[in-house]
């Protein structure tokens, strides 16, 4: 490409340039952006002209001396380290393939079918299998539990005494000589109380008073109160004696009254467990079998409906003869020994219920298990999932690593497409090894979650691939967004569903969700892209339901009942894209710290001069912030007529000279009449390194005060490896004067680190910072010299190669200059001298 015809012939223009441009095209012919020979500077007056190749200027401007060793070690070694990093590289993305593989479980046949989905053609068993038949096996757990009868305690101490109570009770009512004067309790006891009211009370005192009278007559041989009590004793003794047995076989029986069947909820016909204290329990899963059954019981039961006491009544002569009035006194008097015990009844039950196997339904390999057209409901994905279960558990450890192998495969192949695509497009992401691992890890993440989410009932995959999407389009671009998009979605919809249809859906939604993000305004503008990515995952959903399910070849209400899954998975997925949207706006700040990445929402915070740095830099050097406000202005202007990122380099022309607050003095727009000559104390070489110093030390403040990177690469690159012109040449005339000096004007020595501008801003910045600073040396600013100005110092970079690696073309380079030129001239205008006003 042809060098001179960045110079015009206009007639404003003088002939400077043109004459330049004519020596550069006698002297080489042609000069190219990219160039590898050695680079001819001329000296100050133009006797020298150093040739150097770019590996040695490279090394003299990063300061590093010749080591000494052969070029052949040299060359060895640079190959070892290319082929380090390569290899760290291909590990890299070999650790993200396995750990895709392992995330989607590439092992493993897929599950495809999700609740709503529509079955087509019906969905047959692959593999035999059974299901268990939940209502069946309810059934048999209420059954067995049922069986299981309530589980009581028996106490006999609660039986004790009561032998003692009878006797002095009996003895009570012998000792009374009439109804009247029996006490109350005693009449109790044994039923010679009377209930009953008005003229029927009448009868109930006269038979009360025939009972105790007949007592009385059967105890005749007991003497009254103050008689031979020896003889009385005996007697009430030896029916005492008679009692004792019938106590004895109702406590090992035990004993309940109507209070305690109500209390727990039995009648006399329940059957109960009874056990005694200390006695072990047999094991749950046999008490519904236990031969220690009994029926729930009263006292009142036990006496007058079971043979138990016959025997013991044979034995007891005496006492048989007031066996009615006895029956009522233990009947009052005895009281329930039984206790529930509902802890162990619970526990019973339930091991009975474990203990009931699950009922199986059996399946045949080719059973129809959901119909053709019908829409798989909530049954029909249990059984789905059940064969699903089943074939997994089926494969062999061949079968599985023979899968695993294949999708690993297969991983490896969308890998390479993708890395020669970073390799070509985004050298930067690839040859830094925290970028590609932030990339690689975020799209593991995305896919592990996508798959995760992707079941029922979220159904939610839509979530982590426009998220992961979205992020790369603002950390990098929309290309390597939407490429990355697409192999995530691909991946995920492969390893759950392998539908066709869902996988364009989803692909859609991603692409609706990078193409507006070509720049972040604000968090509106992402909350914004969500809505546009839903209402396209609505739209592409319905149309892709409604061409497979082909609803309208019906009537009407089968059509919407075909319908009506589609619309709301559709609308499910929409929303999932909407709450992507809110989710990756709440993130930009991670997104941006994470990979390193500025924002136009963070790029107009820091645009604020309350800002703590450019707050010192006003204070401390008000020159040098003059001159970066009025280089933001002009270099915005330049960036935005080539398609570049205005906002970006006005926020880092604010900040690009911030080093020199460190040093004002020794800069010129900081320097007072008293600060002219602190240079001409110097040494070349010495001004020179605090010239460049003040990269360095912008650097230092830039990252003590939290700057991102990407402003830190403005103040670095914004000088490149340009020389310091002044002082080089100053060393020039030193050097020719002092014979044995020649070496002090050594070119390395006077030229910025670098590195070169390695972007378009960066290179349009470079050129506003030279033309804003050189255009405040002209007497006369019109427009004329600001235009050869401006064309001479293009051209010195461009020669100098200053925009190799910029991706500068030399048409946007034109474009900038001419925008600089408009500007300038708008900045230093000329205005009307008005005549001076008289009195």
């Known amino acids: 490409m042809n060098v001179p015809f960045l110079t015009r012939s206009k007639p404003t223009r003088s002939g400077t340039t043109a004459s330049r441009s004519a020596s550069a095209r006698t002297s080489s012919g042609k000069a190219s952006v990219t160039r590898s020979g050695s680079r001819h500077a001329g000296g100050a007056n133009g006797k020298k002209s150093p040739s150097r190749s770019r590996s040695s200027s490279s090394k003299g401007r990063n300061g590093r001396s010749s080591s000494g060793k052969p070029a052949a070690t040299e060359s060895w070694r640079d190959t070892l380290l290319t082929r380090r990093g390569a290899a760290a590289r291909l590990a890299m993305a070999a650790v993200a393939c396995f750990a895709v593989v392992a995330a989607v479980r590439g092992w493993e046949p897929t599950q495809r079918t999700r609740l709503g989905d529509f079955a087509g053609d019906g969905i047959a068993a692959r593999v035999p299998f059974e299901v268990e038949d939940t209502a069946q096996t309810q059934s048999r757990k209420l059954t067995a539990r049922a069986a299981i009868p309530p589980i009581f305690q028996n106490d006999p101490g609660k039986l004790s005494g009561l032998d003692a109570l009878f006797r002095r009770q009996l003895n009570t009512l012998a000792s009374s000589e009439s109804w ?48 031979d009590r020896p003889a009385a004793a005996e007697r009430l003794d030896a029916l005492t004696g008679q009692l004792r047995p019938l106590l004895a076989a109702l406590a090992e029986i035990g004993t309940l009254n109507d209070e305690a069947l109500r209390a727990n909820d039995l009648t006399e016909d329940d059957l109960i467990l009874v056990f005694n204290p200390g006695e072990p329990l047999p094991p749950p899963e046999s008490l519904s079998e236990t031969d220690v059954q009994a029926k729930t019981h009263t006292t009142n039961w036990l006496l007058t409906q079971t043979d138990n006491f016959d025997t013991h009544w044979d034995a007891a002569p005496a006492l048989s003869a007031l066996r009615a009035q006895v029956e009522r006194w233990l009947i009052r008097s005895v009281p329930p020994s039984l206790t529930a015990d509902p802890v162990a009844t619970e526990r019973a039950r339930v091991a009975a219920e474990e203990a009931v196997p699950a009922a199986k339904t059996q399946f045949v390999r080719g059973q129809i298990l959901v119909p053709p057209g019908e829409v798989i409901d909530g049954n029909a994905a249990d059984l789905l999932a ?11 450890p061949e079968t599985r690593i023979t899968r695993a192998a294949v999708v690993a495969g297969v991983l490896i192949v969308i890998a390479g497409l993708i890395g020669a695509f970073l390799k070509r497009n985004e050298p930067r992401l690839m040859s830094e090894p925290g970028r590609l691992a932030s990339y690689l890890g975020l799209v593991v993440t995305a ?36 490429l990355t998009g697409l192999a ?58 409604l061409i497979e399910r082909q609803p309208l070849v019906g009537d009407w209400s089968e059509a919407l009942v075909v319908t009506q899954p589609v619309l709301m998975n559709g609308l499910r997925g929409a929303g999932w894209c909407l709450l992507a949207g809110y989710f990756v706006a709440g993130s930009l700040p991670f997104i941006e710290r994470s990979f390193g990445v500025v924002t136009d929402i963070s790029l107009l915070e820091m645009s604020d001069v309350s800002h703590p740095l450019l707050q010192e830099l006003v204070r401390r050097a008000p020159g040098t912030y003059n001159h970066s406000i009025a280089m933001a202005t002009i270099g915005e202007t330049a960036a935005d007529a080539i398609g570049a990122n205005g906002l970006l380099l006005r926020v880092a022309a604010y900040y690009h000279d911030v080093g020199k607050m460190l040093k004002p003095h020794y800069f010129i727009e900081n320097q007072t009449a008293e600060d002219r000559g602190r240079h001409d104390e110097l040494a070349p070489a010495m001004s020179t390194l605090i010239i460049i110093g003040h990269v360095r030390d912008g ?79 002209l007497s006369e600013p019109t427009p004329g010299r600001i235009e050869n100005l401006v064309g001479s110092i293009t051209m010195d970079r461009l020669l100098d190669g200053q925009f190799d690696e910029s991706s500068l073309t030399l048409r946007e380079i034109r474009i900038v200059e001419d925008s600089l030129v408009k500007s300038l001239i708008g900045m230093h205008h000329g205005r009307i001298k008005y005549p001076d006003q008289k009195d």
């Open 180 to 227: 009247d004067q029996a006490p109350a309790p005693a009449r109790a006891a044994f039923g010679l109380t009377v209930a009953e009211t008005g003229d029927n009370r009448v009868a109930a005192e006269d038979a009360a008073r025939n009972r105790f009278r007949f007592i009385r007559s059967v105890l005749s041989g007991l003497p009254a109160e103050g008689d």
């Open 386 to 396: 059940e064969e699903h279960a089943a074939l997994v558990a089926l494969a062999g």
């Open 447 to 482: 896919v592990a979650l996508g798959r995760w989410l992707s079941f029922d009932p979220w159904r939610a995959e839509a979530v982590p691939v426009l998220a992961c999407a979205m992020t790369f389009a603002v950390a990098y671009n929309q290309w390597l967004a939407g």
């Open 488 to 545: 995530v979605s691909a991946v995920v919809v492969f390893s759950t569903t392998a539908d066709l249809g869902h996988l364009f859906v989803l692909s859609s939604a991603a692409a609706a969700a990078v193409l507006p993000l070509s720049r972040v305004p604000s968090r509106s503008t992402v909350i914004g892209v969500g809505f546009f990515a839903a209402a396209v995952y609505l739209v592409v959903s319905l149309c892709v339901g």
């Open 699 to 777: 650097v230092d403040l830039a990252r003590q005060h939290g700057l991102p990177q990407r402003i830190i690469d403005f103040i670095e690159q914004h000088h490149g490896t340009t020389l310091v012109k002044y002082f080089y040449h100053e060393a020039g005339k030193r050097a020719e004067a002092e014979p044995g000096h020649e070496g002090d004007a050594e070119e390395s020595a006077f030229r910025y680190p670098g590195p070169k501008p390695q972007t378009r801003e960066a290179g349009v910045m470079m050129l506003a910072d030279a033309v804003e600073s050189a255009t405040r040396s």
